[in-house]
């Protein structure tokens, strides 16, 4: 008899998102839990997105725009970019998967970084597409000269994270140039720029300048971040026209909600809201850097919103204590470092709270 599914569904092992908190009060019979584990806004959503979900949910009897017009031509605006090169999408997750069910072939192969974002992966193999992950260099850091070298004849597709999630580290202008200036144009490079607005470094590469240059490149951005819109699902990408009107073929008809887009509008105009998160996270993050370094833990040097940090041991059953104590972070044996945590940055008291319970916990 036939199997139910094929091989690399049977194989396949889901995304583990962060523990929410209602099951981890539930489960260990506590109150007052805090998350810092998904990398979400510690200052909640945009103000003014809000208002615009509240707006525009009168009208949700109405089928949303299937071309997301107006939120399209704002992002546009936004970035000094053309509408015809922007692509909109339920999550950057979904793009994600668009770009593999549109520009590979099951004959196809992929290349990713060992250890970076996990969805490229589970993307990947529920399309039951190869690929080849490249093992970081030292520091968590990707290794482009590597990537590149792992580039062959059937290479459609590479994935490359900058900053990278869960490390938080980047790689700057010239590593970027010379793996483009190698990588055949056959192969799509799809850059993902999730946290780059929290980026404060001046060699840091935006894909905005480099994706007309190459045409095979594409830069995907989210609103879950930043914007603190991770629960609207929305996520953007940039790329040449002649690609965005494949994934266009390819996607489904209302793929973001007339809430999505409304709120997608109204973010972009929440200049305020952006400023604020920037420097609380900015202020968190080097809190977190000092006290973390302060209890022995190793922190590679983040330029995104959380703290990837080493114990330099076991850090499930550390996962565990902090979870007694309230306080969620996100193991990282997933992603193949068992002694490491990935600790978001919360709001202040929430950082305070993080760092006395991991004191208590290692102490
Ligand atoms: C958070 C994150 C995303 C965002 O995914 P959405 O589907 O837009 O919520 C994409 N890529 C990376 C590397 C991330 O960390």
């Known amino acids: 008899m036939r199997p139910v599914v094929a091989d690399y569904i049977e194989t396949l092992s889901p995304y583990v998102p962060g523990k929410p908190i209602e099951e981890t009060e539930r489960e260990y019979g506590i109150t007052g839990a805090i998350k810092l584990a998904s990398n979400e806004n510690p200052l909640g959503p945009s103000p003014l997105a809000i208002e615009a979900i509240e707006r525009a949910a009168r009208s949700v009897h109405l089928y949303p725009d299937g071309t997301s017009y107006h939120l399209v031509r704002r992002l546009a605006e936004h970035m000094g970019v053309v509408p015809g090169e922007v692509f909109v999408g339920n999550g950057s997750n979904e793009i994600i998967e668009l770009l593999i069910r549109t520009f590979t072939t099951p004959d196809d192969e992929a290349v990713i970084c060992q250890g970076s974002f996990l969805m490229y992966k589970v993307a990947l193999q529920s399309h039951g597409r190869r690929f080849v992950e490249v093992p970081m260099r030292s520091g968590y850091r990707y290794d482009l000269p590597a990537m590149a070298a792992a580039v062959k004849p059937r290479t459609r597709l590479v994935f490359l994270a900058n900053p990278d999630n869960p490390t938080g580290t980047a790689f700057g202008k010239a590593e970027l140039e010379a793996f483009l200036s190698t990588v055949p144009p056959e192969a799509v490079i799809v850059l993902d720029e999730a946290y780059f607005e929290y980026v404060d470094w001046a ?102 919103n959380f703290a990837f940090t080493d114990l330099g041991r076991s850090a499930g059953p550390v996962y565990e204590q902090l979870l007694r104590l309230g306080v969620i972070t996100r193991p990282m044996n997933g992603y193949g470092f068992p002694n490491a945590l990935r600790i978001s940055v919360g709001p202040g008291s929430q950082n305070e709270r993080l760092v006395a319970a991991l004191g208590e916990v290692l102490g």
């Open 203 to 304: 060699d840091y590469p935006s894909g905005l300048d480099y994706f007309r240059r190459w045409p095979n490149l594409v830069v995907l951005r989210t609103y879950s971040k930043i914007y603190g819109l991770a629960g609207v699902r929305l996520g953007y990408g940039v790329m040449s026209a002649e690609r965005c009107g494949y994934l266009n073929r390819t996607r489904m008809p209302f793929n973001l909600s007339f809430l999505a887009q409304a709120a997608g509008i109204a973010a972009l105009d929440d200049v305020e809201h952006v400023r604020t998160t920037r420097e609380t996270t900015h202020r968190g993050l080097r809190y977190l850097e000092r006290e973390l370094a302060r209890l022995g833990a190793q922190v590679p040097k983040s330029y995104a």
